[in-house]
């Protein structure tokens, strides 16, 4: 079992950067491939970015590339999500996700049915 604390989301004018952080506890983390994923209110959760158990593979969506970057702490157990020139799409509730079983292939970061664990979420709020 492993257990995941999202913090670092709040409110912040469009422009600005926040930084999410998620904690992990349990299982060893370095096997663990990570994801962040959002939902905004009545839409369905989207891939937002993602990366392997080393952080030497990176996934982005479209929408964050240039804007975005995943990173992880392994002697931390940590990863983080740096978010930079926030737009007010960008509202949603950011969720992180572990991955512990072996799958290959693009998909097996940016679908969510890939992932085993969930974190509870943190809101992020971006006003035009």
């Known amino acids: 079992q492993v257990q995941l604390i999202e913090s670092g989301g709040g409110l912040v004018q469009a422009g600005g950067s926040l930084r999410l952080s998620c904690a992990a506890s349990?299982?060893?983390?370095?096997?663990?491939?990570m994801g962040w994923f959002r939902q905004a209110p009545g839409a369905e959760r989207e891939f937002v970015a993602a990366?392997?158990?080393?952080?030497?593979?990176?996934y982005y969506a479209d929408s964050v590339k240039g804007r975005f970057t995943v990173s992880r702490d392994n002697a931390e157990t940590t990863v983080y999500l740096q978010m930079n020139n926030l737009k007010p799409e960008d509202t949603a509730v950011y969720y992180c996700?572990?991955?512990?079983?072996?799958?290959?292939?693009?998909?097996?970061?940016?679908?969510?049915?890939?992932?085993?664990?969930w974190g509870q979420g943190t809101q992020v709020t971006v006003s035009s």
């Open positions: 990366l392997s158990w080393s952080g030497g593979s990176t």
């Open positions: 996700a572990a991955r512990g079983h072996y799958c290959t292939g693009a998909a097996c970061y940016t679908r969510s049915r890939y992932y085993d664990y």
């Open positions: 349990g299982r060893p983390f370095v096997n663990y491939a």
